[in-house]
């Protein structure tokens, strides 16, 4: 069994250097974009939408050359464990879930994916066997036609100073940059030389 061009070993050892270490859910979503990539024809470049921010979008980033960097890769927050990959120029594509229905049949992945155990009681050995036998089989998949306004990639347009802060940003911001509106994460910063 492999994972896109990978052996499920060789896959492995990427997750670990790329996340830190072989996270279930990169594993598992691993088997997810290799399934979805298998649906779709080739030849085509294809833009990504992420339902979570775990995990999911470095098996994305492993395995198409969609980035967050690049913009190929768009991630929505909607807690869900899915992920579509799209044509870039119609919308049209494939989203693949993980549907509650089939999960059910691994203990170990439903436990995992519900949080039914503490990350100190799980079996992470049976887990990995688990996910590595089931594969993309705990998921469905879906035809689906994605939004004008996600499809449309934006351009920043023209960069201004900030007067407030003067560092550059996307003048469409208006007259601060969105840090200076209050949209800063930053609870205190000071600038050192």
Not at 21 to 43: E, H, I, Q, S
Not at 49 to 67: G, H, N, S, V
Not at 86 to 100: A, E, L, P, T
């Amino acid at each position: 069994m492999k994972v896109g061009p990978y052996s499920i070993e060789a896959f492995c050892e990427l997750v670990r250097t790329f996340h830190g270490y072989p996270a279930p859910g990169v594993m598992l979503g691993g088997f997810m974009v290799d399934a979805v990539l298998r649906k779709l024809p080739g030849g085509r470049l294809y833009d990504a939408l992420c339902e979570t921010a775990r995990c999911l979008p470095d098996a994305i980033q492993l395995l198409t050359p969609c980035t967050v960097g690049n913009g190929w890769l768009k991630v929505i927050n909607l807690g869900r464990f899915a992920l579509a990959l799209y044509d870039k120029s119609n919308g049209q594509g494939i989203r693949v879930f993980v549907d509650s229905e089939k999960i059910s049949r691994w203990r170990e992945i439903h436990d995992w994916y519900y949080k039914v155990k503490k990350k100190a009681e799980q079996d992470g050995e049976r887990l990995f066997e688990e996910i590595k036998t089931a594969g993309a089989g705990v998921c469905s998949f879906e035809a689906v036609q994605v939004k004008r306004g996600i499809l449309d990639n934006e351009s920043r347009g023209g960069m201004a100073t900030c007067p407030e802060c003067a560092e550059g940003y996307p003048s469409r911001d208006g007259a601060l940059c969105l840090a200076c509106q209050g949209e800063s994460p930053y609870a205190h910063k000071q600038r050192s030389p």
